[in-house]
Nanobody, 124 residues
Framework: QVQLVESGGGLVQAGGSLRLSCAAS????????VGWFRQAPGKEREFIAA????????YYADSLKGRFTISRDNAKNTVYLQMNTLKPEDTALYYC?????????????????WGQGTQVTVSS
């Protein structure tokens, strides 16, 4: 069993940066792939990035690669999402998720555990 708690969201002006954290409890967290997703009102949950347990592979949504960076510290049981040059369209509820999706890292259904989300609001 893995419990996930996101933090670091907030209100930021366009062009600004935020770093989200996903803290996990559970003895097997380091063996999971962890992904970040977001969901804006009225829209489907959208894949942002994922990182595998060994930190040897990272995956990004093509539209976000270059602005967002995922990293993890297994010793701290934490995964991070650095978000730069934020835009108003980045406004959403951001979730982290853990699972063993193998090659299908972009599908929310492949993840077993989810946090409650942290709100990111980007003002113009």
């Amino acid at each position: 069993q893995v419990q996930l708690v996101e933090s670091g969201g907030g209100l930021v002006q366009a062009g600004g940066s935020l770093r989200l954290s996903c803290a996990a409890s559970g003895r097997t967290f380091s063996s999971y792939t962890v992904g970040w997703f977001r969901q804006a009102p009225g829209k489907e949950r959208e894949f942002i990035a994922a990182i595998n347990w060994s930190v040897s592979n990272t995956y990004y949504a093509d539209s976000l690669k270059g602005r967002f960076t995922i990293s993890r510290d297994n010793a701290k049981n934490t995964v991070y999402l650095q978000m730069n040059t934020l835009k108003p369209e980045d406004t959403a509820l951001y979730y982290c998720a853990a699972g063993a999706p193998k090659a299908i890292v972009r599908a929310p259904s492949r993840y077993d555990y989810w946090g409650q989300g942290t709100q990111v609001t980007v003002s113009s």
